[in-house]
């Protein structure tokens, strides 16, 4: 769990995945014969064929997300407050009393988002009903306002800050959408290493850019890598809490590897369903179909570059999805390294 926890207290928001890059590049040293990072930003390693006489080999675009949900800078006020948008989907009634990291060039800066206007002493009954929209929040350095103005610059990113931990049988913290897909696709190859367990196909490890923004770096990096097959790694919803109807939960935390069937932007293709379902039962690893009915993911964006490619989506349950809690189940977690790694192995 220790590189799940580096992965997910390393800053990345659209745009700004260097830290996150950076980190994948120094962990998976030596696991890749070819390591490239595109215009974008995304990262592309490639793992090429193992199996004695593999001519031609099936080129296979695993996609994992660097980015987060996050802000950057909108504006540093004259009295020192700054103003932020966000890069990607929050839900603002996440966002009260949370500490923050304003990443500016001169260092990082600790910082307190809140809501601006009246604590809950001098709030009318109507006002404390009042959910404040992203434009309402401030962040306050605690540091004259010369000085925020000397250091801090329009379009620096700001990340919540949330330490990783270990809760029961699960991994919290922030960003495991989609920091748990870069860990599955590191962990699952080193799994296949240790067991020398051999693969006809050429792997294309895609550590993309600005997915929570609009898929944007996985369509731009499979326009270059070209796959045949495509599996976009992402978390999924679980919403199988108190209070959520039963039809409504997508999946259940702690039954598996998700299938996503179809979500928001993707069909996933019905023979790679039925290669995974076939693969599972092979290696008895758990798994569950689910749909999403709303929201999509890299797979969408590999289907659709070039002339189409067939695609296909491994998800990992969430609860808590885009909270700085989110939390998935370690079964869950390991089921799907040990079916990626078994998918990967079976590919002809
Ligand atoms: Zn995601």
Redesign the pocket.
């Known amino acids: 769990m220790e590189l799940l926890a580096k992965l997910s207290t390393t800053p990345g928001v659209p745009g700004r995945e260097d830290r996150v890059r950076d980190l994948i590049l120094a962990e998976t040293d030596g696991l890749f014969d070819e390591v490239s990072t595109d215009p974008m930003g995304s990262l592309i390693a490639v793992r090429r064929a193992t199996a004695p006489g593999a001519t031609d080999p099936t080129r296979v675009m695993l996609a994992a997300?660097m980015d987060q949900i996050g802000f950057l800078v909108r504006h540093v006020g004259s009295d020192g407050f700054l103003r932020v948008h966000n890069v990607g989907g929050f839900d603002p009634r996440n966002l009260f009393a949370r500490l923050v990291n304003v990443a500016t060039e001169g260092g990082d800066l600790p910082g307190v988002l809140n809501p601006g206007g009246k604590p809950v002493h001098l709030a009318n009954a109507e006002e404390r009903k009042k959910v404040p929209e992203i434009t309402d929040l401030l962040v306050d350095l605690g540091l004259p306002a010369e000085q925020v103005q000397a250091q801090v610059k329009i379009g620096d990113m700001v990340t919540l800050a949330q330490p990783f931990s270990l809760v029961g049988n699960t991994a919290v913290g922030q960003c495991l959408?989609?920091r748990v897909a870069c860990w599955l696709v590191i962990e699952s190859l080193r799994q296949m290493v240790a067991a020398s367990t051999l693969h006809t196909c050429e792997i294309h490890a895609v550590f993309t850019v600005q997915?929570?923004v609009g898929l944007r770096g996985a369509l731009t990096s499979a326009h270059t890598v070209r796959p045949d097959i495509g599996i976009g790694i992402?978390?999924t919803l679980c919403v199988d809490t108190p209070g959520s109807p039963e039809d409504q939960r997508c999946t259940q935390q702690g039954a598996g590897a998700a299938l996503t069937v179809m979500d928001g932007a993707s069909i996933g293709d019905p023979r790679l369903l039925a290669d995974f379902e076939r693969v599972a039962q092979a290696h008895d690893i758990k798994t569950q179909r689910s749909i999403l009915r709303a929201g999509g993911?890299d797979t969408a964006g590999i289907q659709r570059a070039g002339g189409g490619t067939r695609a296909f989506t491994l998800s990992v349950p969430t609860r808590y999805i885009h909270t700085v809690t989110e939390m998935v189940h370690l079964d869950d977690l390991h089921a799907c390294r040990d079916l990626l790694a078994a998918f990967l192995a079976d590919v002809k």
């Open positions: 997300h959408d989609n997915e929570e992402d978390t993911t």
